[in-house]
């Protein structure tokens, strides 16, 4: 069992910047691959951004690469979404997730994800 938290959500205009945080617990070395999603309101969720744990090798939704960047400690146990040049439509709830079975490393790629944590809001306004 992995258990994944998230924190850092907030309000921000638009252009500005915000990090989200997420910690995770538990059975971590099993972990290959951790992600972040988000859902707006009355829209499915989305990938943003993956890592793979091994190589920290990243992939980025269209929508926001060159903006946003994700990363982790070299724990393994804190991974974080700086979000830069925040735009309106990027106002959803953000979940942290984290796979730990095969297969594919892809924020398209929901479904793999095994472990989700509980969402922080982020809100940009214009």
């Known amino acids: 069992q992995v258990q994944l938290v998230e924190s850092g959500g907030g309000s921000v205009q638009a252009g500005g910047s915000l990090r989200v945080t997420c910690v995770a617990s538990?059975?971590?070395?099993?972990?290959?691959?951790m992600a972040w999603f988000r859902q707006a309101l009355g829209k499915e969720r989305e990938g943003v951004a993956i890592?793979?744990?091994?190589?920290?090798?990243?992939h980025y939704a269209d929508s926001v690469k060159g903006r946003f960047t994700i990363s982790q400690d070299k724990t393994k146990t804190t991974l974080y979404l700086q979000m830069n040049s925040l735009k309106p439509e990027d106002t959803a709830m953000y979940y942290c997730?984290?796979?730990?079975?095969?297969?594919?490393?892809?924020?398209?790629?929901?479904?793999?994800?095994?472990?989700w944590g509980q969402g922080t809001q982020v809100t940009v306004s214009s």
């Open positions: 890592i793979t744990t091994a190589g920290d090798t990243t």
């Open positions: 538990g059975s971590i070395g099993s972990v290959n691959c």
């Open positions: 997730a984290a796979k730990v079975r095969g297969g594919t490393c892809s924020p398209a790629s929901e479904g793999a994800f095994d472990y």
